[in-house]
Structure formats: structure tokens, C-alpha cells
């Protein structure tokens, strides 16, 4: 069974640019998660998506959206890029069973973002 | 809030020493508790994970209690090896109705030496 998939895995971008990232999850999970890892913040929540609806949301700004296609497959996108947003981007899936409960997320490799 | 601390690394061992990376939590409500592992260069991959308390995950000779009364989650292991350096985080996932999300510490870098 393939792993969750990331693409693409590095990125060059300058400030006031745009870019988005895509994430393939494990075939038959439903939920895609994202985060973002720096060396100072370490890694922080951005936000969850399932059937297509976004049901959690970390703290970021509203330059930091994302989306989920209707086989699960998610981009994220960063508005007016800052020197702040380089970090990895890993995306997660889960089964998100229901009722709700602690299912494993499953990463993958990250795209690294490098904002000059 | 949830938050998650971390023993700060770097921690360096000998080849078969033992292992503990403190990890402690602070969350309402009853989260479940994970050890994830990053190699360099790679995402996260689940090492081991508890749902309740007392629970004891363990995986490749790690292992981890989940202590309830004094909200831990210490990693162990009796001896590591070379193969094991890697970045550690610790992280407790609390539901909602909304789904989980996991909240991370901010990792511990082992390296052990030959």
C-alpha cells in the first residue's frame, strides 16, 4: 500500500509569491491533516480536512488555506509569501473512523519551502 | 491549552546504553498519547501510542507508560544502537467533535555513538 505522497518535495519562492502543495493520502483514509515544522516553533497544527470540509483549524493566518478533492487528495496554498513561512510542510491522512476516535496519522516525507 | 514538553536534546549516548526522553503533558479530558520518530531528510513515523491510562505502547524495543497522575509519557529503551539517531517528538491527540489533531513537543535529537 503506498505511503502518503507529497509533491512537490522542495520549492524556491520569493517574498509576495504564491504556491501551493499537494498531498495524496493512504488510498481509503479520509481525513488529510497538515503542519508546519521550523527549528523555531517546531511543529504546529495548520488544518484538517474530511469529505472535502475543513473541521480544524490551527492558528495561522488567512494567507494559509487549503482545500480536499473528492478522493481525499488536498493542496495547501500560501498567499503573499513571507521570509517566516520556510519551513517543512507535512502533510498526514487517517482513517477518521466515526464515532471519533484516535486514529493514527500517517505522514509523509514534507515539502521543504525555501522563501528568498 | 494542550501542550506537550519535551526533555530538550541534544541527547548523546554510547552505543547499549539506555534510553529515557522525559515527556510530560498538559491537556483536559483524556488525550491519547504518541511517540512519533524523524530520520533525517523524512516525515514522521509512528513509533509507538497509548489511549488510556496505564496503557504501555511499545515498538522496536521502545516502550512508554501512559501515567495518568503525573501526566507522562516517558520513552525508554534498555539499549540503543547507531540506528537510532533520530528526532523524537512527543504528542497527545484530544477529540473533539471535530475530529484529532495531534499537539507535537518540541522534539528531543538523540545520537548515539559507536
Known amino acids: 500500500k503506498a505511503g502518503v505522497t507529497q509533491t512537490p518535495r522542495y520549492l524556491i519562492k520569493t517574498r509576495g509569491q504564491q504556491v501551493t502543495l499537494s498531498c495524496s493520502p493512504i488510498s481509503g483514509h479520509r481525513s488529510v491533516s497538515w503542519y508546519q515544522q521550523t527549528p523555531g516553533q517546531g511543529l504546529q497544527f495548520l488544518f484538517e480536512?474530511?469529505?472535502?470540509?475543513?473541521?480544524n483549524k490551527g492558528n495561522f493566518p488567512g494567507r494559509f488555506s487549503g482545500r480536499q478533492f473528492s478522493n481525499s487528495r488536498s493542496e495547501m496554498n500560501v498567499s503573499t509569501l513571507e521570509l517566516g513561512d520556510s519551513a517543512l510542510y507535512l502533510c498526514a491522512s487517517s482513517l477518521a473512523r466515526t464515532p471519533v476516535v484516535p486514529d493514527i496519522q500517517y505522514f509523509g516525507a514534507g515539502t521543504r519551502l525555501s522563501v528568498l | 491549552g494542550d501542550s506537550v514538553t519535551q526533555m530538550e536534546g541534544p541527547v548523546t549516548l554510547s552505543e547499549e546504553a539506555f534510553l529515557t526522553i522525559n515527556c510530560t503533558y498538559t491537556a483536559t479530558g483524556y488525550p491519547s498519547l504518541f511517540w512519533y520518530v524523524q530520520y533525517p531528510g523524512e516525515g514522521l513515523q509512528l513509533l509507538l501510542k497509548?489511549?488510556?491510562?496505564?496503557d504501555k505502547g511499545s515498538n522496536k524495543g521502545f516502550e512508554a507508560t501512559y501515567r495518568k497522575e503525573t501526566t507522562s509519557f516517558h520513552l525508554e529503551k534498555g539499549s540503543v544502537q547507531v540506528s537510532d539517531s533520530a528526532v523524537y517528538f512527543c504528542a497527545l491527540s484530544r477529540l473533539n467533535n471535530a475530529g484529532n489533531m495531534l499537539t507535537f513537543g518540541g522534539g528531543t535529537r538523540l545520537m548515539v555513538k559507536p
Open positions: 497509548a489511549t488510556k491510562a496505564d
Open positions: 480536512y474530511f469529505s472535502e470540509t475543513q473541521r
